[in-house]
């Protein structure tokens, strides 16, 4: 328990010391969240995603017909148009077709992100589907492959009608799609890039979410009160029933135990028990619409559309730790966990960014500040345990005896890295590294120990006076920054 506590102290307290990118102000301290950025213009988003490697794609529907993407400094890096020529991509029809992106996902590298179309304009489409179609009569619709090194559709894939949420298989092997108006569920192959199944599941399918071992899935029927479970394997579908009032979207925690479910019907959201199919439940508003869970699966987010906020739970104890006004209409969100930002999508046409200094203890963070000082258990102070009081505890004399023990372990051949950027995909990391090369830095690519791709632009052996360069270079570039050691 101490340890934990320690730990925490050091991450919050000590992570300007230690060159983390993210300075713990006092109207953080509380865990709170505060609005840093607010986003608008030409938009009206219906979701907006991160793809993991520092990118956020907003989809605005046949209302702006594009795909935006937002980098980490919320600069608009590119726009993609949703118009598209079937015959470019091995499909029939020499005509321009005008799509309408939804939702968005990515494969786990965030090399290729997948854009869902609500339906397609152009010749060949007559029967839209809509909110209040369930039949199979109306047009199918495509998703696009969007490559993430050039920001350009790269493939089309046919689904059923108006295709909503998506999700990749933890192998990267398979997309699903939710039809919404075809009431079926697209099972495409990502080897192939083609639908090779289509199972039903009834009226208005919406959220899915699959199992980390990628054998099973689950799809919330939001015309009903149920959850469809499907096998991946052999696509057997087992019912899940009585949830609640409309379910709409999906999280899964990281050890397959517990199913979140936003309850657009009731205002609520749904703790449901795998194991032992009992269901929880709170109200955080009226219309809860999407969610998103941290890394750890510590905190879950969710937008209530009808109320213009935003809630926190804390899953522990399923107790809303927090709410905060959004924009109007919040409808999609998502999470920067090494960044400990969350994104929120307004449908009235903004994008809000919010900060939330719990996360700084998220798995990803905590692992890139703890890096770069070796290893944290050596230099953790032994004490005797006399109290469960934490307010006995002086952080700043942890903050001192952590250091001091940190710099005695270092021997003199530490290299200490400068870095911009962490990045899954290594193509992005050049992309990035290549970017600061051609601003007159010494930009390269490391691997963390987690197998990450670190972009460094400077490197020392002498840590004080990179910190005193890192400091220059943040108020210059207005870039976070931090120290990793090798």
């Known amino acids: 328990m101490q340890l934990g506590i320690y730990l925490t102290t050091v991450l919050l307290l000590g992570s300007s010391f230690f060159g983390n990118s993210q300075e713990i102000t006092d109207s953080e301290k509380h865990y709170g969240l505060q609005l840093i950025k607010t986003i608008s213009g030409s938009m009206s988003p219906k979701s907006v995603v991160h793809s993991g490697t520092g990118y956020f794609l907003s989809q605005h529907m046949m209302y702006k017909h594009k795909i935006l993407v937002h980098d980490r400094d919320y600069e608009l890096i590119a726009t993609i148009p949703d118009k598209i020529t079937p015959s470019d991509f091995n499909h029939e029809g020499e005509y321009e077709l005008n799509g309408a992106p939804v939702e968005c996902t990515f494969s786990h590298n965030g090399k290729y992100a997948w854009i869902s179309n609500y ?21 199918s619709s495509f998703i696009y492959k969007v490559d993430m090194t050039t920001f350009q559709i790269a493939n089309i894939i046919t689904v059923g009608a108006v295709p909503k949420f998506m999700a990749v298989s933890p192998n990267d092997s398979l997309l699903l799609v939710s039809n919404w108006s075809s009431g079926d569920v697209s099972i495409v192959s990502l080897n192939q890039e083609k639908e090779i199944k289509r199972i039903k599941v009834g009226a208005h399918p919406r959220g899915i979410a699959i199992t980390s071992d990628s054998k099973k899935a689950f799809v919330a029927i939001m ?61 955080t508003g009226r219309m809860p619409r999407s969610m998103a869970l941290s890394e750890s699966g510590q905190f879950l987010y969710v937008v209530n559309y009808g109320e213009k906020t935003m809630s926190k739970i804390k899953t522990s104890d399923f107790s809303i730790e927090d709410t905060v006004e959004t924009g109007s209409k919040p409808i999609g969100i998502t999470i920067d966990n090494e960044l400990g930002r ?85 193509a992005n990391a050049e992309k990035e590294c290549f970017r600061w090369k051609k601003e007159g830095f010494n930009s390269k690519i490391i691997r963390s120990n987690s197998n990450r791709n670190l972009v460094s632009i400077e490197q020392s052996k002498a840590k004080p ?7 220059r270079i943040k108020e210059k570039w207005q870039t976070d920054l931090w120290i990793y050691s090798q």
């Open 119 to 139: 339906n397609m304009t152009g010749p060949g489409f007559k029967n839209p589907g809509c909110d209040a179609c369930n039949s199979s009569k109306y047009d």
């Open 342 to 426: 969350i994104w929120v999508a307004c449908y009235s046409g903004k994008l809000n960014v919010f900060q939330d200094s719990s996360l700084i203890q998220e798995l990803d963070l905590a692992d890139r500040t703890l890096s770069s000082m070796g290893n944290p258990l050596a230099f953790i102070p032994k004490i005797k345990q006399q109290s469960s009081n934490v307010a006995t505890i002086n952080p700043s004399s942890i903050v001192k005896q952590v250091e001091q023990k940190k710099m005695e372990s270092f021997s003199s051949n530490t290299m200490y890295y400068l870095i911009i950027g962490s990045f899954n995909s290594k």
């Open 223 to 283: 015309g009903s009160s149920k959850i469809v479970e499907i096998n991946l394997s052999n696509c057997a579908k087992n019912i899940i029933p009585n949830i609640g009032k409309n379910p709409r979207h999906l999280c899964l925690d990281p050890k397959d135990e517990t199913l979140y479910i936003s309850l657009n019907g009731e205002g609520k959201i749904g703790k449901y028990n795998l194991s032992n199919q009992s269901i929880e439940k709170i109200r």
């Open 465 to 471: 006076e990179l910190l005193k360069n890192m400091n």
